[in-house]
């Protein structure tokens, strides 16, 4: 316990000074370094090993050159996501000429003007942080599920940048569930990422092998009759970004509740899956998505 501890708290320490180092950096130089220590660390880190097993496994026609590439485009990613944290409170996502262009707009205002809760989905792709700002810019009342990290305070720092995103925050389990069914029962959104590993999920197909899926989207949208909605972001260049909100997934239900549920939730990793094969540089490869991971 005591080992823990301290491994916590030197960790901790570490984050904070990197997070008040790309603080005080302009947010495109920051990324630039964030990315350039994302290519020289993660390819040594022990779980490079995961990544290139999951790409492999799930995209098998590629070559190893595209292999390596992909695998260093991730890394490049993470580590600019990570520099870009500090910096989350200066995106403007409706600010003409700014970082961000937006692609689909209107489906967010119309989810706002429709008068019920929205469940807007998205996955640990591009900066995963951003979708969110193009809600809570629009005035949409958000609670946010997230998955809390290991260590506590490097949990804390991340929540602490999160909260310039401006939404509610939920820790991923059994107390963010309950908040999740109230802000529903209240007509509030929620935003989530759906592509992490859910051990006490449903088993789902997912580049043709079964993953682990919180079923929860699909249980509130049988549940509320609300709209699931898809958005993307890609990285542009260095630090902008494209949101790219597509329009609510066609959702039939056949009075199963379980066949629906599966279907849903099928349907939800289908989305996710087209966004990796068509940027697979931009997802993080070294989730264990599946139990075999």
């Not at 995106?91 to 937006?102: A, N, P, Q």
């Not at 059994?174 to 029962?185: D, F």
Request: hydrophobic content about 45%.
């Amino acid at each position: 316990m005591a080992e823990t501890r301290l491994s916590h708290i030197l960790e901790g320490a570490g984050a904070v000074a990197l997070y008040a180092f790309f603080r005080i950096l302009p947010v495109e130089l920051a990324s630039t370094l964030g990315g350039l220590l994302g290519r020289a660390l993660g390819p040594r880190a022990a779980f490079n090993r995961r990544a290139h097993r999951n790409l492999r496994r799930a995209l098998p026609e590629l070559s190893e050159a595209d292999e390596r590439r992909i695998i260093r485009g991730m890394w490049d990613n993470l580590g600019r996501v990570v520099a870009e944290y500090p910096h989350l409170g200066k995106y403007r996502v409706y600010e003409r000429g700014g970082r961000i262009e937006i692609v689909g707009a209107e489906h967010i205002r119309a989810q706002a003007a429709a008068g019920k809760p929205a469940i807007f989905f998205s996955g640990h792709f591009g900066n995963w942080e951003v979708p969110t700002l193009a809600l809570t810019q629009a005035g949409l009342d958000v609670v946010e599920m997230y998955r809390a990290a290991n260590n506590p305070i490097v949990d804390r720092l991340i929540s602490h940048s999160r909260g310039f995103v401006g939404s509610e925050l939920a820790a991923k389990g059994s107390t963010g569930a309950r908040r999740m069914l109230a802000a529903m029962k209240a007509g509030r959104h929620i935003a989530m990422l759906i592509d992490q590993k859910a051990n006490d999920g449903i088993a789902v197909p997912f580049f043709g092998r079964y993953a682990m899926t919180m079923p929860s989207p699909a249980v509130f949208a049988q549940r509320f009759g609300c709209a699931l909605v898809p958005v993307r972001v890609d990285r542009l260049k260095g630090a902008r970004f494209r949101i790219t909100c597509e329009p609510p997934l066609d959702i039939v239900e056949s009075g199963n509740t379980e066949a629906d549920t599966l279907a849903i939730m099928t349907k939800m990793n289908q989305v996710i899956e087209r966004w990796i094969r068509e940027r697979p540089d931009h997802w993080f490869w070294v989730h264990r998505r599946w139990p075999d991971s």
